[in-house]
């Protein structure tokens, strides 16, 4: 997969890195894009429908042991008890099984029943905060319908045409379920290519989009378990994005991953040299304030204290 990416480079136009186009980032787990407010890409992966399903299932057999219960209690208490009331009482405690339980413990524990628990599965909204009470009243509602009313077949349906796996409470109320146990693959340190230094060293790096950087970086860290021919489109598809933000282009014929693994490690190593120059930078004030009459513009100690003088 080499190629060559020594070819003119334009400047960074503003949304023409768009990376939302490419299929193969569904192999990466990057389906859509959550950025926080401090613009950082959050890596959110939806739960599939088969890790639902058991943690359905899971919930359904609590339920149905729940209802079981309620029924040998209602069955005692209608010896003493007329038809009408013993109607209304079963009639408010099956509600309460069914719908009042399910959405308090999915409301107190922050979108978390006993299935998902198990599961290692989290309701959250769809901007990735932790769903309230309204969500999982919508949620816990449009469930008798699509969960016990539709034996399950309209959530089924629902979450094979969603790429959240959302089913139609999740549509209505704004949320999406998503592992949260998933197994976290410890990042591997993105190395520099020897014969791509000097090259990098003195090119101009733009900054790339945060969605941008997280597809290279998962690509470049899942790279050698993809199969081979999505491994070069994707290898082609972002180096091409990446060079848009790079002056000047690459020596000729070089390998895709190659300069992508160049591009990230040497916008680490700046950032690193960003960073300690401005802590160097706030510890020599710091000396120098330390050190200033108390009664200058930069002082900082007390009257009373004699100066800190190196």
Do not use: C
């Not at 490419?22 to 192999?27: I, K, R, S």
């Not at 088969?50 to 219960?69: E, G, K, P, Q, S």
């Amino acid at each position: 997969m080499t190629a060559d990416l020594s070819g003119p480079v334009s400047g960074p136009v503003s949304g023409s890195s768009d990376v939302s186009g490419l299929p193969e980032l569904d192999d990466l787990g990057i389906t859509e894009d959550l950025v926080t407010g401090e613009a950082v890409v959050l890596d959110l992966r939806p739960a599939s429908f088969i890790t639902r399903a058991l943690a359905l299932a899971l919930d359904l057999a609590v339920t149905l042991v729940a209802v079981l219960f309620v029924s040998w209690l209602l069955f005692a208490t209608s010896l003493v008890l007329d038809q009408a009331a013993g109607s209304a009482l079963g009639l408010v405690v099956m509600l309460g099984v069914l719908l009042g339980i399910p959405i308090t413990v999915e409301t107190l524990s922050r979108g978390r029943s006993l299935g998902k628990l198990a599961a290692g599965l989290r309701v959250v909204r769809d901007d990735g905060g932790p769903i309230r009470a309204r969500h999982a009243l919508i949620r816990g509602l449009l469930a008798v319908f699509e969960l016990y009313w539709s034996f399950g077949s309209v959530a089924l349906i629902t979450s094979l045409l969603n790429r959240r796996g959302k089913r139609l409470g999740d549509l209505l109320a704004g949320t999406y379920v998503i592992r949260e146990r998933s197994p976290r693959e410890q990042p591997n340190a993105v190395r520099m290519p020897p014969h791509l230094h000097p090259w990098v060293a003195a090119s101009d790096l733009g900054r790339l989009p945060d969605r941008l950087s997280l597809a290279v970086r998962q690509f470049l860290s899942r790279a050698p378990r993809l199969a081979p021919a999505s491994r070069e489109r994707l290898g082609r598809a972002l180096a091409d994005q990446v060079a848009q933000y790079v002056a000047p282009p690459p020596p000729p014929g070089t390998h895709p991953e190659d300069f992508l693994s160049a591009v990230l490690a040497e916008r680490r190593d700046r950032d690193y040299a960003r960073l300690r120059r401005e802590a160097d930078a706030r510890t020599a004030r710091q000396r120098q304030r330390s050190a200033a009459d108390p009664l200058s513009p930069i002082g900082t100690g007390l009257v009373s204290e004699p100066p800190n003088h190196p």
